[in-house]
RNA sequence: GGAGGGUUGGCAGAGUGGUAAUGCAACGGAUUGCUAAUCCGUCUACCCUUAUCGGGUAGCGGGGGUUCAAUUCCCCCACCCUCCGCCA
């Protein structure tokens, strides 16, 4: 959600930015709704001051002088008032409620240095590490060699949950969990993030907050009734920035940072045909998630930073990746600046994405009214938001599967997972 | 799922239709040989004014209703507590 006030303040800037997203100039347009809205809420304001001067002169006589005409003429006054207030009331709710429902409609601007474009064709290379193995055999594909494995099973997946879901067994189960764990350790250990185990099913306004709802109802699963709608979270950021909704933070509390390792969900849409093979797209994954709240001045810092620590896990891993800096064409609605990471798959001779790590500013914590004050001072500032995943393990599974393959299809696992497979590095393909 | 009781400021705690007592704590200010004590003040959002000062509207878990007027009455919902049932 945007501050009326600040495109108010700048709305060449404003629609330039919604011109990097390919939307059309509405500055004005906003505008004048804001100052319709101040208007008529100056006058509902002023007639309610009457009316409230009237009641208070019908509650000063005394209750047991019985009605004498003058106070009856008050009422009736009173009265006719009231039906003046109710009318402009409506007026007023439903010119707010116009320009409410267009500003929730707007992404995010993004920042000075985020490039322009209108697809990933425009993202803009940041950095390298690592450099793609070099295999004198044709590379297997990750669910090539899984099944090889005898460890993952999307044949029965699909008997009891339909397409895009997975059944894992013995090491890869295992594995599952030992790359969760090894992410969750380093960056609670390392880095200081909080470790959180969530709900993954959440609230409307949870999703509206983070800026899922209204308009990405169709890439969600929705469970529940009619009067109350629940979503499984298609990721952990919605219910981890959700946290301090509505809530006003001390300035010392900040930054706030927060891991959680959980379930994701995505009904994914429109994406039919595409990576309809093994891990890269299902409807349920897991991922380990980031989340950070800042004071404004600190989030680009803070972006760096979660950008680092998604990083660090690749590193650990051996994994070949890059850093690409998001066009405005391909950021999320809510993000000023996205930084996604990509992996090398291998197989696919390609850089595929694992992790996104952006900074949504205000955006978040505008719409789910999250603030944070600073001590001595009054009122209240946005504080600003930042997720970033760390990583999305069936995809960091796919991987490793892939860049640790051997000729036979045995893969043999990077040593840092030393302790978390038990000592068991090497997954043998069954003859 | 059923029955009952609750939700008021940082915390505690009054308030049965007339515009939120009181206590404690913390912070700021005044006063003051020091300490202490005392006195004054304290929230959030928005609107008007704007250099400030100031004025106004709204907020008692959330939403609706009745009323000139709602913390108070009515309806719906959420959450918490006690008990019963069911359950991993």
Redesign the pocket.
């Given at each position: 959600m945007h501050d009326i006030?600040e495109i108010a303040k700048d709305p060449t800037a404003f629609d330039e930015a919604m011109r990097k997203r390919g939307l059309p100039q509405q500055a004005q347009d906003l505008i004048a709704y804001y100052k319709k809205i101040?208007a008529s809420?100056?006058v509902?304001?002023?007639v309610?001051?009457e009316?409230?001067?009237?009641?208070?002169k019908?509650?000063q006589t005394p209750?047991d002088i019985k009605d004498d005409g003058n106070k009856a003429m008050v009422?009736k006054a009173?009265?006719e008032?009231?039906q003046q207030i109710t009318n402009l009331k409506k007026i007023s709710e439903d010119t707010k409620s116009t320009m409410l429902r267009k500003l929730l409609e707007l992404p995010n601007v993004p920042v000075a240095d985020v490039p322009e474009g209108s697809d990933e064709s425009f993202n803009k290379l940041i950095r390298k590490d690592g450099s793609p193995p070099d295999f004198r055999f044709k590379a297997r594909s990750h669910d090539e060699i899984g099944e090889m494995l005898d460890a993952m099973d999307f044949p029965r997946a699909a008997k009891v949950s339909g397409a895009r879901f997975v059944v894992l067994y013995d090491q890869l189960a295992r594995l599952e969990r030992a790359l969760a764990n090894f992410m969750l350790d380093v960056h609670t250990r390392e880095y200081g993030y909080r470790e959180v185990q969530i709900p993954v099913l959440a609230e409307w306004h949870t999703l509206y907050g983070s800026g899922h709802l209204p308009k990405f109802e169709e890439d969600l699963f929705k469970i529940g009734t009619k009067e109350?709608p629940r979503y499984l979270i298609p990721t952990a950021e919605t219910v981890l920035t959700g946290l301090h909704a509505n809530e006003?933070l001390q300035e010392e509390e900040l930054p706030l940072r927060y891991v959680a390792w959980s379930s994701c969900f995505r009904a994914e849409a429109g994406a039919a045909g595409k990576d309809t093979r093994g891990l890269i797209r299902l409807h349920q994954f897991s991922k380990v998630e980031l989340v950070s709240y800042t004071t404004p001045g600190k989030s680009k810092d803070e972006h760096e930073r979660m950008t680092g620590c998604a990083e660090e896990i690749l590193k650990r891993l051996g994994l070949p990746y890059r850093v690409m800096l998001l066009c405005s064409g391909d950021m999320g609605f809510s993000a000023e600046k996205t930084y996604d990471l990509e992996v090398w798959l291998a197989a696919q001779k390609k850089y595929r994405e694992i992790s996104s790590c952006s900074n949504c500013g205000a955006f978040q914590s505008r719409r789910m009214n999250a603030?944070y004050?600073r001590k001595?001072q009054?009122?209240?500032l946005f504080p600003h938001a930042l997720n970033g995943s760390a990583l999305a393990v069936g995809r960091t599974m796919a991987a490793l599967l892939e860049n640790y393959q051997q000729s036979d299809g045995t893969v043999v696992l990077p040593a840092v997972l030393d302790p978390y497979m038990g000592g068991d590095l090497t997954l043998l393909a069954k003859s």
């Open positions: 006030k101040k809420i100056s509902v304001e002023m309610q001051a009316h409230n001067q009237r009641s208070e019908i509650s209750s009422i009173a009265k008032a009231k109350r006003i603030r004050k001595g009054k009122g209240t």
